[in-house]
């Protein structure tokens, strides 16, 4: 089974305008850490936000934010007032505390800003 | 400054051949990753490392082959075992603990083409 799905292979939106990337994610361990990565064309991964499964509030970074639903399994991460530079490929990943050091990565979304 | 360096970032090589990419970083981290991405893929995991003289395969461990001789330094060979060895390597680094909220920070990455 999949430790992390993204199901929108590409999304669009309006600059200015917010988006939500999607992320589910499936374990049995009650410790686990969730994280979002952005990909520009250059390759670089750049690290954006974490939520860890004992977190009582939403993680937010300037502009971003991670819609966290336990029960749901799902960490989705919204990005605010979309801007140009925002296009890029988004991964979410996950890392848990009995599998120490791994993270498992989902497949990505292609985020298109449209000005 | 401290960070993760890779090179060389553009790689040819001929089929048949062997390769080493190298991977660097001065984080002082203990655990060490790589992986390799596909065009319009997500990240698949090769090797890690948790500590000197210590590694373990990833998912696609297959035709590749690493050595982790000093904390700094994590370098994988791409042999000729490799049946498809086009793609983008990312190196990776995380600090080694029993919490899930350390992120992993990332190289910049060699993309590799055989001819």
């Known amino acids: 089974a999949q430790k992390i799905t993204q199901t929108q292979p590409g999304m669009f939106v309006q600059e200015k305008e917010a988006v939500t990337l999607d992320c589910t994610y499936d374990?049995?361990?009650?410790?686990?850490?969730l994280f979002w990565y952005k990909q520009p064309s250059s390759g670089e991964m750049i690290f954006l936000i974490y939520?860890?499964?004992?977190?009582?509030q939403n993680a937010t970074e300037g502009r971003y934010s991670l819609n966290f639903q336990k029960a749901r399994k799902s960490a989705n991460l919204v990005i605010s007032a979309s801007q140009l530079g925002d296009s890029a490929m988004y991964f979410c990943?996950?890392?848990?505390?009995?599998?120490?050091?791994?993270?498992?990565f989902g497949t990505g979304t292609s985020l298109t800003v449209i000005p | 400054d401290g960070g993760i360096t890779q090179s060389p970032k553009y790689l040819f090589r001929k089929e048949g051949q062997n390769v080493t990419l190298s991977c660097e970083q001065n984080?002082?981290?203990?655990?060490m990753y790589w992986y390799r991405q596909d065009p319009g893929q997500g990240l698949r995991l090769i090797y890690y490392?948790?500590?000197?003289?210590?590694?373990q395969k990833g998912d696609i461990a297959e035709g590749y082959s690493v050595s982790r001789e000093k904390k700094e330094s994590f370098p994988l060979t791409v042999t000729s075992a490799q049946k498809n060895p086009t793609a983008f390597y990312l190196c990776?680094?995380?600090?080694?603990?029993?919490?899930?909220?350390?992120?992993?920070?990332f190289g910049p990455g060699t993309r590799l083409t055989v001819l």
């Open positions: 990943a996950m890392r848990e505390l009995n599998t120490g050091n791994q993270f498992y």
């Open positions: 939520q860890g499964s004992y977190d009582q």
């Open positions: 374990t049995s361990d009650p410790s686990y850490g």
């Open positions: 490392s948790q500590i000197v003289n210590d590694f």
């Open positions: 990776a680094s995380s600090i080694l603990s029993g919490l899930v909220y350390n992120e992993q920070f």
């Open positions: 984080l002082n981290h203990d655990a």
